[in-house]
């Protein structure tokens, strides 16, 4: 048998792409398998606060579409609330497909190898190494990252991540327009929090067209996603029938769970990072890529702890963000009227919203006073 890699990464979206590209950068052997073709087309708004560039040794902007300045936030269409965001550049929009492809890129460019229609299906510890197989062959490394998104069964298999996984349903609309046609706001993002049942619906501009969608965050039953999208479409002046509806199911953060095991790390949506209030997934995405990249660096160069603190930092710098918005989603989005009230239309909510979409701040920073608001007018 050929020679084992140092890490085989499961799953070449941005949490496996980010890892890879940190990984090949320190000098270590990686592969990324990846069930797909690159460029591969992803349900996504591709909204994402600036401040991922921190993480990364290279510029990203090849891969970033729209510079957003402002948030619009809406309820049933009407009674505005306009955010400015912070600093030079607070919030981009990216093309999914150009930004996974991108990452990896920059990792074989680093030395990592990319093999593409190579779906892994069985994982097994085999002495010192981690045995990967798939209709595409098998192969052996020292040690292994689950980046398989929201759909990843190998790691509950394992005992990594929630064994029983909390998902909020989605419909993603991808449409090509013209801005001076539909829209004379193309740094604008959209949020309306009236018209789906138990979630939002978003309108991000992108280059030469919109990434619109919705996503209810509560149960599991489907949004009436044509009724709304027949009043959300023209609104931003598009045709109602405009693109074509796709339904995914998200894996959404549900509680502190191990991240790791014995050579072995999870990541991304496949760990259940996303942010159950605002579906924020890329951000998490990456920053879980680049901790477990560092994290897997010191436990191949004999550091045993070392992946047990990515669990730890994980925690500590996203989780326990993410158990206050968990917190949040659960009481504004069961009276969302009010929770619009109280919890948008306040003079100072603009700056803190700004805050959180632009990574300034967590919900941890705010959360006690929102919920207290919100529980406080329903008794
Ligand atoms: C409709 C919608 C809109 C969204 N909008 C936003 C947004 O605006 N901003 C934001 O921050 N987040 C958004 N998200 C969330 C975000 O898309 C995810 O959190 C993000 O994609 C997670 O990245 P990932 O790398 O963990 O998973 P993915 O991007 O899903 O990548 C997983 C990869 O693993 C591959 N794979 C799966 N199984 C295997 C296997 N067994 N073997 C090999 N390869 C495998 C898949 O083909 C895929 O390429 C949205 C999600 C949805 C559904």
Redesign the pocket.
């Known amino acids: 048998m050929s020679s084992p890699f140092d890490v085989a990464v ?7 792409a980010s890892c890879a590209v940190h990984l090949a950068l320190q000098g270590l052997q990686v592969v990324v ?4 073709p690159i460029p ?1 087309r ?7 606060a600036a401040s991922v560039q921190q993480w990364f040794p290279f510029d990203l902007s090849p891969a970033v579409d729209q510079v957003i300045r402002r948030v619009r936030f809406t309820w049933c269409l009407e009674d505005p609330v306009i955010a400015e965001l912070p600093g030079e550049a607070p919030f981009w929009i990216v093309q ?1 497909s150009r930004l ?1 492809a991108f990452l990896l890129q920059q990792a074989t460019a680093a030395g990592a190898e990319l093999r593409q229609h ?4 069985t994982l097994q510890r085999q002495g010192e190494h981690w045995e990967l197989q ?1 209709p595409a062959g098998s192969l052996r490394s020292r040690a292994v990252v689950i ?6 069964s ?1 790691g509950s298999g394992l005992g990594l991540g929630s064994a029983n996984p909390r998902f909020a349903t ?1 419909v ?1 609309v991808e449409v090509d327009a013209d801005f001076d046609a539909a829209s004379d706001d193309p740094d604008t993002a959209r949020f309306e929090f009236g018209l789906v049942h138990h979630g939002f619906c ?1 309108s ?1 501009p992108r280059q030469g067209g919109y ?1 619109i ?1 919705l ?1 209810t965050f509560i149960g599991r039953e489907p949004a009436d996603a044509e009724t709304v999208l027949q009043r959300l479409l023209p609104e931003l002046g598009l045709s109602p029938e405009a693109g074509v509806r796709q339904t ?1 199911a ?1 894996r959404i953060w549900d509680g502190h769970h191990r991240l790791h095991g014995e050579g072995i790390v999870v ?4 760990a259940s990072l ?1 942010d159950p209030f605002l ?5 998490p ?1 990456l920053l879980s890529g680049t901790a477990a990249a560092e994290a897997l660096q010191r436990w191949l160069g004999g550091d045993g702890q070392a992946l047990a603190a990515y669990s730890q930092r994980m925690r500590r710098d996203w989780g326990e963000s993410m158990a206050w918005g968990k917190r949040i989603a659960q009481v504004f989005y069961r009276v969302p009227r009010i929770g619009y009230q109280l919890g948008i239309k306040r003079p100072t909510a603009p700056q803190r919203i700004a805050q959180i979409l632009s990574g300034q701040m967590g919900y941890g920073d705010i959360a006690q006073r929102v919920i207290k608001r919100l529980l406080f007018q329903q008794s």
């Open positions: 499961v799953g070449g979206g941005a949490a496996g398998l990846e069930q797909g591969r992803k349900p996504c708004g591709g909204g994402m999914r996974d190579w779906p892994v299906t798939g980046a398989s998104g929201s759909g990843a190998l989605t993603a978003w991000f990434s969608g996503g995914s998200l990541v991304g949506d496949a996303c579906a924020e997934g890329i951000r995405a």
